[in-house]
Nanobody
Framework: QGQLVESGGGLVQPGGSLRLSCAAS????????MGWYRQAPGKQRELVAT???????NYADSAKGRFTISRDNAKNTVYLQMNSLKPEDTAVYYC??????????????????WGQGTQVTVSS
């Protein structure tokens, strides 16, 4: 079964930067899109950025110009470089992949896999 391990969250001052990483492990058949979402207290989970297998990207308006999503297919890893952070960026950040894992000798169903979340706090 798939597992996603996130890292890179923490406390940063307004205007600072953080880089989140999310590595997928296990018997991966194929990873299609990869993305980052966030959930602030009392709010619904929202899209931050996504990247397809051919590296087409999509950003939420709040992330455009400040955040950059990238992926390393050889490492099955997706990154989110966050610059010019604001207090309103404070949230738990989750990575998600759309992929297939081997199930025995055959590829399993294509489905979503989520990471456990990493806290990002922007505060002075």
């Amino acid at each position: 079964q798939g597992q996603l391990v996130e890292s890179g969250g923490g406390l940063v001052q307004p205007g600072g930067s953080l880089r989140l990483s999310c590595a997928a492990s296990g018997r991966i058949f194929s990873i299609y899109s990869m993305g980052w979402y966030r959930q602030a207290p009392g709010k619904q989970r929202e899209l931050v950025a996504t990247i397809t297998s051919d590296r087409a990207t999509n950003y939420a308006d709040s992330a455009k110009g400040r955040f950059t999503i990238s992926r390393d297919n050889a490492k099955n890893t997706v990154y989110l470089q966050m610059n010019s952070l604001k207090p309103e960026d404070t949230a738990v950040y989750y990575c998600k992949i759309v992929g297939q894992y081997w199930s025995g000798s055959y590829p399993g169903d294509r489905r979503d896999y989520w990471g456990q979340g990493t806290q990002v706090t922007v505060s002075s």
